[in-house]
C-alpha cells in the first residue's frame, strides 16, 4: 500500500516567518494529495489540496507544490500567526476517500 | 446540519470487552471511513465504505467490524478489546461527487482499554 513520509516531525518558526513542511510518497499511481490541520483537542480539517494534473496551488497565506518525478509535495505556510500553531498531516490517495497520511508536524508559532 | 456525529466521546473499556463507536452522518455522503489516531503515527485507515451495504477494509482492521445498513449509519464495532486498540478513532465522510475531496471528520471517541 501507500506510505507517505514527513518531515519535519516539530517545527517552530517565529511570527510573521515562513513554515515549510515536506512529505513524500510511495506509490506513483497515487493523484490525490490533501492537507489537514488539526488544533489541539479537534477534529482535522481539510485546509488545501492538490491533484496531479497540477503542480502548484495557493490560498492566501497557504501553498502546496508536488513533484511526481520525485514522489514528493510541500506545504509552504508564509508570514505565520499564532493561529497557525497546530499539527498538520499531509496524505496521499488514488481514491480520495481512501487516504494514507503522514505521521503529522507539531508547528508552534512564537510571539 | 450537524455534519458527521461521533458517540461516545469517550469510553474506558476493560480487555476483553466489546462495544460500539457509533457514526452518523447528515449530508447524504456516499463515502464514509474510520481511522484510528494514535501519537506519531498519524490517521491510520481501519475500515471503510463506498455506500450503503459495501464496507472494505483499510491499513489496520484487525479486531474491528463494521457494517453499513444505512448511507447515514457506520458504527465499527471492537469484538474483544485489547489495551493496543487504545487510541483516538475518527469517523469521517466524503460526497461521491467528482468535485472536492475534502473528508469531513468527526470530533472523535477516545477509548482506553485497560
Known amino acids: 500500500g501507500e506510505n507517505v513520509e514527513q518531515h519535519p516531525s516539530t517545527l517552530s518558526v517565529q511570527e510573521g516567518d515562513s513554515a515549510v513542511i515536506k512529505c513524500t510518497y510511495s506509490?506513483?499511481?497515487?493523484?490525490?494529495f490533501p492537507w489537514y490541520k488539526q488544533e489541539l483537542g479537534k477534529r482535522p480539517q481539510l485546509i488545501i489540496d492538490i491533484r496531479s494534473n497540477v503542480g502548484e496551488k495557493k490560498d492566501q497565506r497557504i501553498a502546496v507544490t508536488l513533484n511526481k518525478t520525485a514522489k514528493h509535495f510541500s506545504l509552504h505556510i508564509t508570514e505565520t500567526q499564532p493561529e497557525d500553531s497546530a499539527v498538520y498531516f499531509c496524505a496521499a490517495s488514488i481514491r480520495d476517500y481512501k487516504l494514507s497520511f503522514g505521521a503529522g508536524t507539531t508547528v508552534t508559532v512564537r510571539a | 446540519n450537524a455534519g458527521v456525529t461521533q458517540t461516545p466521546k469517550f469510553q474506558v473499556l476493560k480487555t476483553g470487552q466489546s462495544m460500539t463507536l457509533q457514526c452518523a452522518q447528515d449530508?447524504?455522503?456516499?463515502?464514509m471511513s474510520w481511522y484510528r489516531q494514535d501519537p506519531g503515527m498519524g490517521l491510520r485507515l481501519i475500515h471503510y465504505?463506498?455506500?450503503?451495504?459495501?464496507?472494505d477494509q483499510g491499513e489496520v482492521p484487525n479486531g474491528y467490524n463494521v457494517s453499513r445498513s444505512t448511507t447515514e449509519d457506520f458504527p465499527l464495532r471492537l469484538l474483544s478489546a485489547a489495551p493496543s486498540q487504545t487510541s483516538v478513532y475518527f469517523c469521517?465522510?466524503?460526497?461521491?461527487?467528482?468535485?472536492?475531496?475534502?473528508?469531513?471528520f468527526g470530533e472523535g471517541s477516545r477509548l482506553t482499554v485497560l
Open positions: 465504505s463506498v455506500g450503503a451495504g459495501i464496507t
Open positions: 469521517a465522510s466524503k460526497d461521491a461527487g467528482g468535485g472536492t475531496g475534502e473528508l469531513f
Open positions: 449530508m447524504n455522503h456516499e463515502y
Open positions: 506509490d506513483s499511481a497515487s493523484n490525490y
